[in-house]
């Protein structure tokens, strides 16, 4: 009886964090770019045109902003601590940007 009770409980153990992974990669959709320990992280990315990048401020309360510099722009998130906001990517080409907080705090995202 106890082989019966157990076996279904380590097969629900072992395919559940499968599962998971697959909804979450599944929901996410686009890509992410996290605002933490005053960095970018990843600090570079590539991705196709008609992308989603969201920008995640996870930095225990520090505030940020991201502002595009050089020639290729995209509005600019304005100052928060806290939240997500996403751009669109809709042009080829490399998107500089920067927190003007912090001296240093610098991305880049390319679109190909």
């Given at each position: ?5 157990l ?92 927190c ?13």
């Amino acid at each position: 009886m106890k082989t019966r009770l157990l076996a279904p409980l380590v097969v629900c153990a072992v395919a559940l964090p499968v599962i998971g992974g697959q909804v979450a990669a599944t929901a996410a959709g686009g890509k992410t770019v996290t605002l933490k320990n005053i960095a970018f992280s990843p600090k570079s990315l590539t991705v196709s045109r008609n992308t989603t990048v969201t920008f995640a401020f996870r930095d225990d309360g520090t505030a940020h902003n991201v502002v595009s510099k050089g020639s290729k722009k995209f509005k600019a998130i304005s100052v928060r601590s806290s939240g997500t906001q996403s751009r669109k990517f809709t042009s080829a080409g490399t998107y500089r940007y920067v927190c003007t907080l912090h001296p240093g705090m610098a991305g880049r995202i390319t679109v190909r």
